[in-house]
């Protein structure tokens, strides 16, 4: 039974609801139903997926379009090809790169494309690709529009089916032709090393000398060991230079830091026990910071050159000694022909040949004859009035024989004191007063 006060109370709350909008569309109450059937005849599995979700086959599109994109952007030569020895797809790189349209490419057989000398390489490499093989890597030439060929480096790979190929290709046109460049001078440079005589070699060097690192091939031929007799033991240099050659070449070796480079000879044993002379000259190279780092030089053996210099300074030596004879007339004087041009070098001699014999015969007087010399300039004047004076220190006499007015006019014009010098104009006049001042010395001497 409802009271008055249920009523108010229920007319209360209707007004505080809020108002339903009579103009928003009736809900459709048959929509659960269906939606509850179409649910329960899908059968079991998993529920639908939610808005905004994507399955994998959604995103193939996008993955087709970013392999195509790299495919197209590729540096290398990328195609997919048929054991039938046609091109499938190619990417745009093999028009830049050989100058054909990619419908000219695809229309022959790319047989057609390679040079004559290499198709049977290719299609072995084709056979091994549908035999089963993973991965196979080789080298051909493909003909460019304009002729010429191109070196390409392959890596192909074969689809499960035994029929389609993937293949990956690189130019390495100029990779190769330089590699090739590098061969032909390393060849070259051999062959010059086998050639000549100098060896190169290089040695550790931080101060002290630490062994040879390096040694070209030809040290074999000049000094009879191999290269690898050098660089086994750090002390082999070292210890083949001779006795008493090596304290003085360690010495040097160790002014090198301060020095930078050095140029020396010293005698080495070769293989075969034979001391040879060796012309070395080396420099030191620094590393980061200065640091001391190695020793690069080469060497040479000088020997017949050295033996052919003392061969001629002693053939000098004779010549002076002829070109300077002291010839003894009697018991104290001696006489000492000049002909020729008188040098430094000659002038030289002179004196050290008449001071000796003055000395070893105890001359009292020595005849010096320039008849023979034909030039006498302020030069040779000197030289002679400096015999002149060191014969005098002697206790003998000089006399100078064969002075011609021009030697006169010479000998006046420098201006020398002349005082105890006796001069005449032959040899025989020279020879007289010798002689005379001979026999006066010897009654003095009674």
């Not at 569309?25 to 929509?31: D, G, I, L, Q, Y």
């Not at 020997?303 to 002693?314: C, N, V």
Request: proline share 4%; hydrophobic share 40%; with cysteine.
């Amino acid at each position: 039974m409802t009271t008055a006060t249920d009523r108010s109370d229920r007319a209360k709350r209707d007004r505080s609801a809020p108002k339903r909008d009579r103009s928003a569309p009736k809900r459709n109450r048959s929509a659960p139903k269906r939606d509850r059937k179409e649910a329960s005849s899908a059968g079991p599995g998993p529920s639908p997926r939610p808005r905004g979700a994507s399955r994998d086959g959604d995103k193939e599109p996008q993955h087709l379009a970013d392999r195509e994109r790299l495919f197209a952007m590729s540096l290398d030569l990328l195609c997919i090809a048929g054991v039938d020895g046609r091109f499938k797809q190619l990417n745009p790189r093999w028009q830049q790169l050989l100058g054909y349209s990619l419908d000219e490419l695809l229309a022959e057989p790319f047989l057609s494309f390679v040079h004559p000398d290499d198709r049977e390489s290719t299609l072995k490499a084709v056979e091994q690709l549908s035999a089963g093989q993973e991965l196979v890597s080789f080298t051909n030439r493909y003909r460019h529009r304009h002729g010429h060929y191109l070196r390409l480096e392959w890596n192909s790979s074969v689809a499960p089916d035994g029929q389609t190929l993937y293949a990956l290709a690189r130019d390495v046109t100029e990779r190769d032709r330089a590699a090739a460049e590098r061969r032909a001078a390393d060849e070259r440079l051999q062959h010059l090393l086998a050639s000549c005589r100098v060896v190169l070699y290089s040695a550790k060097f931080d101060g002290g000398y630490r062994g040879v690192t390096f040694v070209s091939d030809n040290v074999s031929a000049q000094l009879g060991y191999t290269p690898s007799e050098l660089l086994r033991d750090p002390a082999f240099w070292r210890d083949r230079i001779h006795a008493d050659d090596r304290g003085s070449i360690l010495a040097e070796l160790a002014e090198l830091p301060a020095r930078g480079t050095l140029v020396y000879e010293y005698r080495w044993l070769r293989k075969d026990g034979v001391y040879r002379r060796i012309h070395d000259e080396c420099k030191l190279v620094r590393g980061e910071g200065g640091a001391l780092c190695e020793i690069v030089g080469s060497w040479q053996d000088v020997t017949e050159r050295w033996e052919t210099e003392q061969t001629i300074r002693r053939q000098s030596t004779a010549l002076l000694q002829l070109s300077t004879p002291l010839i003894p007339i009697s018991d104290h004087v001696l006489i000492m022909p000049i002909i020729g041009v008188v040098d430094s070098r000659r002038a030289a001699q002179v004196m050290e040949t008449l001071l000796s014999g003055i000395t070893a015969r105890s001359a009292r007087v020595a005849i010096l004859d320039i008849t023979g010399v034909s030039i006498v300039d302020t030069k040779v004047a000197d030289a002679l009035l400096r015999i002149a004076a060191a014969v005098r220190l002697l206790g003998a006499e000089l006399i100078l024989t064969g002075i011609r007015s021009e030697v006169a006019q010479t000998l006046v014009g420098l201006g020398a004191d002349l005082h105890g010098l006796v001069t005449h104009g032959t040899l025989q006049a020279g020879i007289r007063h010798a002689m005379r001042h001979d026999v006066q010395g010897a009654a003095a001497a009674r």
